[in-house]
């Protein structure tokens, strides 16, 4: 199956700062891939779908100005969370869509302190 | 309104036994439905999906799961659990032109030894 790479599997940073995180679909072009968020025992909750080439779709509630999201290539994605406080520590997920099938990176556990 | 509903928040089962996994969805029209596994702290690994024909799926690590379209059921089977087979487990449909994915709150399925 085709593969979705996030990177970094783990960061710690300082409340105040920003972070930033990449999805890449390694051996296929994805024109929509999508971020998740993960509280701990809790199910996905999409935050945005990102489109190569144009602006992502935010869901509601998830503040665009906080959570950036860039779809520059096929290939590549970027959350970046700005101005990171304690409370958006969590694990984000990313998807990148080939045909009507989803596939995941590995996680970004985020830890703000 | 298109949504997932996994019935077992969490389920134990004796290693060796059979399990089942229920998941009923609600969507207007032929869903796209998928099983994923996630391990702690990991992405999300696709077990099966059904797209058309065959109602009854066969996934990996011997799971297999059966489409109902008069139940609006997508129930995960397999008949002899093995121990690495604890994880949470997750149902979804896809959706919509950008086929976003509607997530069940997952199961958590503990085995026995």
């Known amino acids: 199956g085709a593969v979705v790479s996030q990177h970094p599997s783990r960061v710690i940073c300082k409340s105040g700062t920003s972070v930033k995180i990449e999805c890449r679909s390694l051996?296929?072009?994805?024109?929509?891939m999508f971020w998740y968020r993960q509280f701990p025992k809790q199910s996905l909750m999409l935050m945005a779908t990102?489109?190569?080439?144009?602006?992502?779709?935010?869901e509601q509630g998830v503040e665009k100005d906080k959570f950036l999201i860039n779809h520059a290539s096929l290939t590549l994605s970027t959350l970046t969370v700005t101005s990171a406080h304690p409370e958006d520590s969590s694990f984000y997920i990313c998807?990148?869509?080939?045909?009507?099938?989803?596939?995941f990176g590995q996680g970004t556990r985020l830890t703000v302190v | 309104a298109q949504s997932v509903t996994q019935p077992d928040i969490h389920i134990t089962v004796s290693e060796g036994a059979s399990l089942e996994l229920r998941c009923n969805y609600s969507?207007?029209?032929?869903?796209?439905l998928f099983w994923y596994v996630q391990s702690p702290g990991q992405g999300l690994q696709l077990l099966l999906k059904?797209?058309?024909?065959d109602t009854l799926v066969q996934g990996i690590k011997g799971f297999e799961a059966e489409f109902k379209r008069s139940q609006s059921s997508f129930n995960l089977r397999k008949p002899s659990v093995h121990w690495s087979d604890a994880a949470e487990y997750f149902c979804?449909?896809?959706?919509?032109?950008?086929?976003?994915?509607?997530w069940g709150l997952g199961t958590s399925l503990a085995v026995n030894p």
């Open positions: 998807s990148a869509r080939a045909g009507a099938e989803a596939f």
């Open positions: 051996d296929f072009q994805a024109t929509t």
């Open positions: 990102s489109n190569e080439g144009s602006k992502a779709t935010y």
């Open positions: 969507y207007g029209a032929t869903p796209y």
């Open positions: 059904y797209f058309s024909g």
């Open positions: 979804a449909v896809a959706a919509g032109n950008n086929r976003k994915l509607i």
